[in-house]
């Protein structure tokens, strides 16, 4: 099920991550926002085409780059990773890879090569940089790691106290049948940038390709179109539909497969995918040929997102065209797969 609209939904994204759904559930992840390449602004270059493949394991743009100046370009070329941020014992990421520093696996070819970026990482806790104070400890900077963790722990009470103090760890207590125990964890935000510097010859085309896995938000069944909740008592309902647009169609979907099955709930469980697009939007021209196709993996499974002249391709997928495209909304999906808690 899929939702076609005139114009695309006002939508506020979060740098990071989503609210959760609107009803309970276990064994939820929240998924990190992932965008496209980003380069210093060059009024010369045009990116003639973008042909971007979203899916739940996979997303792949081609870029067709034109410099239509009388001079070769040279540029940086940036694809900035999500950041991660831990900042509570329950916070679940979705990351795709136990890669410390190519967390989404990440890689790029130009003109068909492949290309050796360098990579740049921080670890942030209030907007200041403790990078060099980490790794002058001996700590790891991936907060999310359980080697970060492990080493984090395993400091002199001195040492914590003094994370602690700084905001860059916290402690967790929880009794697993051996007693109460106390260990400690990180607290901070990691920022990795992978980077390289392109040229752009005077007149020709360059065309680069980059693909990675996507950081997909979980959860173990779903509160869209549940009996049990209520959402005229859920303030971010609203925000929520329309952040996927999700229409009545689509409820009456879910409510469809629950007679079927006679599901006392939604037989679904939650997948989430966020994707910046508005990067598109930094060169000399609007983007002139831009395709879109989102894929939901199975047939059985409901998607919603927010597109203009969205058109099926097949069984799975959904496709977007435009020319001459400026993006000013970002994209994000929404799949509900077959196989959540009945």
């Known amino acids: 099920m899929i939702r076609t609209y005139r114009r695309l939904a006002a939508v506020v994204i979060a740098a ?94 130009v003109n068909g090569k492949p290309v050796r970026a360098d990579v740049e990482q921080k670890a942030v806790k209030d907007g200041v940089d403790r990078t060099a104070y980490l790794r002058g400890m001996g700590i790891p900077i991936g907060p999310h790691l359980r080697a970060t963790n492990a080493v984090v722990d395993a400091l002199p009470q001195a040492r914590k106290d003094e994370l602690i103090k700084a905001g860059l760890a916290q402690i967790m207590e929880y009794n697993s049948g051996k007693g109460w125990e106390r260990h400690a964890y990180a607290t901070w935000t990691l920022k990795t940038t992978w980077f390289w510097r392109q040229t752009f010859p005077a007149g020709k085309e360059v065309v680069i390709e980059h693909r990675y896995k996507p950081s997909v938000g979980t959860t173990s069944g779903t509160g869209w179109g549940s009996p049990w909740s209520d959402p005229s008592k859920d ?46 939007a930094n060169w000399k021209a609007p983007i002139g040929d831009f395709r879109l196709v989102v894929d939901k993996g199975d047939a059985s499974s409901l998607i919603s997102f927010c597109g203009e002249g969205v058109r099926k391709i097949s069984a799975t997928q959904f496709e977007v065209r435009r020319a001459n495209f400026t993006p000013t909304q970002d994209l994000s999906i929404l799949i509900l797969k077959r196989g959540g808690i009945q």
């Open 235 to 280: 303030p971010e309902y609203p925000a929520r539909r329309r952040h996927y647009c999700v229409d009545d169609d689509f409820l009456a979907a879910i409510g469809r497969v629950m007679k079927a099955t006679n599901a006392q709930s939604p037989p679904f469980t939650e997948e989430r995918i966020e994707y910046i697009l508005r990067t598109g």
């Open 16 to 109: 990071a991550c989503l609210a959760a759904p609107m009803a309970s559930a276990n064994d939820s992840s929240a998924e990190l926002t992932t965008g496209g390449l980003v380069l210093t602004k060059h009024p010369g270059i045009e990116m003639r085409s973008e042909d971007l493949y979203v899916s739940a394991k996979l997303v792949r743009v081609r870029y067709r780059f034109v410099n239509t100046s009388a001079e070769d370009v040279t540029t940086l070329v940036a694809f900035p990773m999500p950041d991660i941020t831990i900042e509570g014992e329950d916070d679940m990421l979705s990351i795709p890879t136990e890669d410390p520093r190519n967390i989404l696996a990440f890689a790029t070819t």
